[in-house]
């Protein structure tokens, strides 16, 4: 089990580009989540896809948009990119359960977008 | 506004010993709790969970503690092992069976476990 995948794991842009980021699941799960980890800070939520629908949504504007495939996997889109858009970007996975909850999230080893 | 806060950005313990790593919140809707552990270069690791209804969980090691009047809880980690060192994040979330709901993290600890 490859646990759950993320590409690319560095990535370099400047101000106003657009940046695409992936995330493959853990098998079996079939709900991926979108962090933002800045630096020195913990994970922020950003949103949540389930059933290749946005489900949930944290303070983030609208530059930052999601999908989610078929087989599960997701991608997470920012548009006009600033500087304060820096961090570290973890996805997490996690299987639900509907009215019972769900598993644990396991997360990936994130990728590292700077912004210059 | 900071709904879950870890107060003390660093912990160092000698090898053996307890390591002890603090986390309080301030929503009173939060029912479930985790902890995650950070290599460098790794994503967070989930460590172990409680939920509102129990006050203690055990895995091994490492038991955490919730007092919901106090809206605190706390990991211990017995015997702390050098392997140990990392940064341990509080996340809570707010729903029922809420592990799969979003989860608030607090800015997490740098545990160091001295040989």
């Known amino acids: 089990d490859a646990g759950v995948t993320q590409s690319p794991t560095h990535l370099i842009k400047t101000r106003g580009q657009q940046v695409t980021l992936r995330c493959s699941p853990k098998?079996?799960?079939?709900?991926v989540s979108w962090y933002q980890q800045a630096l020195g800070q913990g994970p922020q939520f950003i949103f949540q896809y389930y059933e290749e629908e946005e489900r949930q949504r944290g303070n983030f504007p609208d530059r930052f948009s999601g999908h989610q495939f078929p087989n599960y996997s997701s991608e997470l889109n920012v548009n006009a990119l600033l500087l304060g858009d820096s961090a570290l970007y973890l996805c997490?996975?996690?299987?639900?359960?509907?009215?019972?909850?769900?598993?644990?999230?396991?997360f990936g080893p994130g990728t590292r977008l700077t912004v210059l | 506004d900071q709904q879950v806060k870890q107060n003390s950005p660093s912990l160092s313990v000698q090898e053996g010993r307890i390591s002890i790593l603090n986390c309080d919140y301030t929503?009173?809707?939060?029912?479930?709790f985790l902890w995650y552990k950070k290599y460098p270069a790794e994503g967070p690791t989930f460590l172990i969970s409680i939920s509102s209804i129990k006050d203690k969980n055990e895995d091994g090691r490492f038991t955490v503690f919730l007092n919901k009047s106090a809206k605190h809880l706390s990991l211990h980690i017995v015997p702390s092992q050098p392997g140990d060192s990392a940064v341990y994040f509080c996340?809570?979330?707010?729903?029922?069976?809420?592990?799969?709901?979003?989860?608030?993290f607090g800015t997490g600890t740098l545990l160091a476990v001295q040989p």
């Open positions: 929503n009173s809707m939060f029912d479930y």
């Open positions: 997490a996975s996690s299987f639900d359960l509907g009215l019972a909850g769900g598993s644990e999230q396991f």
């Open positions: 098998s079996g799960h079939d709900t």
């Open positions: 996340a809570a979330s707010a729903s029922s069976g809420g592990a799969t709901n979003k989860l608030i």
